[in-house]
């Protein structure tokens, strides 16, 4: 081990502002609004308020992956959270999600408008909402949710873990980037063991514990999180490289990556969605081979 421990905790911690790393600005001990902020309403029921992370890119996919169904309740206005510039301590955004966190959905169908956060909890309203996404069999069902919460309670590790500690930290500490290498190894062993007798994670059925899902490991076994794919050798987990090319080639999963994306080639990005219209035909193009 490299690393020589010379960090002694205080009795009581006090806050550094700021403590360094890529996203110190926005981080801070305590919640509530910092200013106040009134999120924009469109036409649609259903308002989001998001951003193309993973975890936004699960609600976006759940959409789209939705309207293809045929569900015309579906339809809905994505409006972008811009988190390195703090809207999500805006007055509005908390008031929708007290933890400050994207993606926040409001959905104005019902007699008192529902307000919604954390992602898999957004996933698990909307299929139960339109009866979609979701075995009917209660034995599928169980497994899908087994395999939702197994999401919900992993991609931390990924991505708060590791993916801080590899790619974010302000130096590198070998302990902490060998720790979560391992929890995330393993935990892509995990999936390629149940994916390799599996086409799905709930068995033959696709649902939102594969939307929930793919955008943190599918991403990761292709390449497209933290420049890790070499490091974590990627390559080896076949089954779940297998499975992130299946969904790659949805187009439903092709539209939602795009929502609420501020970053990357232009032709990837819709910074802002209210209409089907919204996606042109020949970027949707570009997108249909797998990443």
Known sequence: MSDTPTYKPPKIWTWQSPNGGQFANINRPIAGATKEQVLP?????????????????????????????????????????????????????????????????????TPTPTRLFESGAILLYLAEKFGALLPKDPAARAQALNWLFWQMGSAPYLGGGFGHFYAYAPFKIEYAIDRFTMEVKRQLDVLDRHLATNA??????????????????????????????EFLQVQEYRHVVRWADQINERPASQRGRMVNRLWGEASSQLHERHDASDFETGTLDKLKKPA
Not at 49 to 77: I, R
Not at 90 to 108: E, R, T
Request: proline content about 6%; charged content about 15%.
């Open 41 to 109: 309403v469109g036409r649609h029921p259903l308002q989001l308020y998001s951003l193309a992370t993973p975890n936004g890119v699960k609600v976006t996919v759940m959409l789209e992956e939705l309207l293809a169904l045929g569900h015309a309740g579906a339809e809905y206005d994505a409006w972008p959270i811009r988190i390195t510039e703090g809207d999500q301590f805006g007055s509005g955004f908390v008031d929708v999600n007290p933890n400050s966190k994207i993606p926040a959905l409001m959905d104005h169908s």
């Open 200 to 229: 799905y994670l709930a068995g033959d059925e696709y649902s939102i514990a594969d939307i929930a899902t793919w955008p943190w490991y599918g991403a990761l076994v292709k390449g497209l999180l933290y420049d890790a794919a």
